[in-house]
């Protein structure tokens, strides 16, 4: 495991809308044992919840996140409405790839618990691979309810608003409920996912309180990390199917009497130290970073002043040449921030110039941040180019070490290893990607992908060719065509990219609807679409006004 060289950074800042835009606005920091808090609300409020974060840490196992981790605590209903990614949220976590944010709507009566369902989200993200959305809801429902005093915690207290909502309306269904994604159709419906959450709540509380169940609640946890479906998980180790679980908890919400667990545990000192005067510099760039990382550049366009920030911003509005020119100054002032680096290296790429440029610039973003995730998979991606296996394995292993929840990095060592012929790990590798993916375009590549490695190796007949596309893409009509080469596959952008290299120039088209793309050629028994750069005769269709591929025939 990839061991982090930073401390956590705990940063706890109390907005509101005046003073994002004030800069004389005075913001106290806070220096604890690994990690910092900043607020506008004063010491003594800052020195608590460092404390109280801290001890969460302790309680999720002790270990530091492996990126920083910043909890913002907004006070402003304006503000946090304006961040928030839907109306009925009252906190969110956002991961990036320098580091981990947690943002909670401030001063309302479940802040708190908002605050430590968020915590339990950002140490599952480094911690290991995906579990059913439901699980994961659960326990940062049941774990958000902690209590700590001079005895060790106390977890698993009803939440009444749950236990109302769950005696006053029907429970989803069986399939709906243990079923649902995060990109699932349930997300759209407010009362829908709010009896969501509270049945996940409930769900978990039974299997972690009940006696006789949350014994064997390890072992299903367990079989469920190691990618077996829930259903037959539920009866190899509860020894019951879902839908009993299903109607063995809405009994016990019936009946209300809920159980708690303790946890035996030493107090932990506060790691608050005298506090210190921040900058109104520092204390807006933390205000940008903040719209930066919730995807709301609007609220940092007239604020923004560093040429990283810039250079962000110009991203974010498709003006690459903007971009980069920023991204280059900050570069060339040899800023201690990774992030212009990366960005400048992907400009690079995309674009195909300078990959002797773009390389040093990943070299550079990895000195400043050695676990930056996509920047190892990126140079894993090259040595494979290259020829260099092993090396392309290693800095997969480490780029999905930091971020096991990326399916496309789990995509990328399945097939890395099983070309290295190491049939097992590449098996592993190829649950994982499964267990990752988040959407219908990451299941079909993790679907090919596990057809890949478990099927026997065929004979020199029945070769297959270098890139492989899903059975099921078929059924889309373009309007043009084109010849040339498949030279990249970027998995990546969203949607993912093909790159058509014809005697005309490159020709990007756009993989909106893997499932409805047409595959044709001879020989071909089963493909899929590797990551990266490669090199194949194709024929193209694809729809002109919108450079969506239609069709790929291999030649």
Known sequence: MVQSKKVIALIVLTLGIESTLNADTRWTAIQGDGFNVISGAGGPSAAKMAHSVEQMRQLLG??????????VLVASEDLFAALRPSATVGGFFQSSANEDWIVVHWGR??????????????????????????LEEGLAEFY??????????????????????LNQSPWLGEREFFEARPDSALREEGSRITRFYAQSWAI?????????????????????????????AAEATLGMRQGLLLEAARRSVETGRFLTARLAADPIANPASPPTTLSPDAAADL??????????PELAAKTARTPTQR?????????????????TEAVAAGVPEPTPYFELAMILRENRRDAIRAAALLRATLERNPNHAEAHFLRGLDAAKAGNLEDAIDSYQQAAQ?????????????????????????????????LAARNPAEREMAAAINRLVEEPAMSKVEKKPEVQIPESWNGLRGDATAEGELTDFDCLATPPIATITTTTGPLQLRVEKPNAIQIRGTGAIRHTLNCGEQKLPVRVEYQKASNQLTAIEFR
């Open 62 to 71: 002790g270990s530091k996140k492996v990126l920083p981790l910043r909890v």
């Open 109 to 134: 009566p479940d802040s708190e618990r908002a605050l430590s369902h968020e915590l339990v989200h950002a140490f599952l993200e480094h911690a290991g691979p995906r579990r059913p959305l439901w």
């Open 144 to 165: 958000s309810t902690a209590q700590f005093d001079n005895k060790g915690w106390t977890i698993g207290r009803a939440i009444e608003p749950h236990v109302r909502l």
């Open 204 to 232: 978990v509380h039974y299997l972690l309180t009940t006696p006789g169940i949350r014994e064997k609640a390890p072992a299903l946890f367990t079989a469920l990390a190691d990618g077996v479906p829930f259903a037959r």
């Open 287 to 296: 205000v940008i970073s903040l719209a930066l990382a919730s995807s709301r």
């Open 311 to 327: 250079g962000l911003l110009a991203l974010g509005t498709g003006d690459v040449p903007t971009a980069e020119k920023w991204f």
């Open 402 to 434: 930091i971020l096991p929840r990326q399916a496309t990095f789990w995509h990328a060592l399945a097939l890395a290893l099983e070309k290295a012929g190491r049939k097992p790990e590449a098996s592993r590798a190829a649950i994982r990607c499964r």
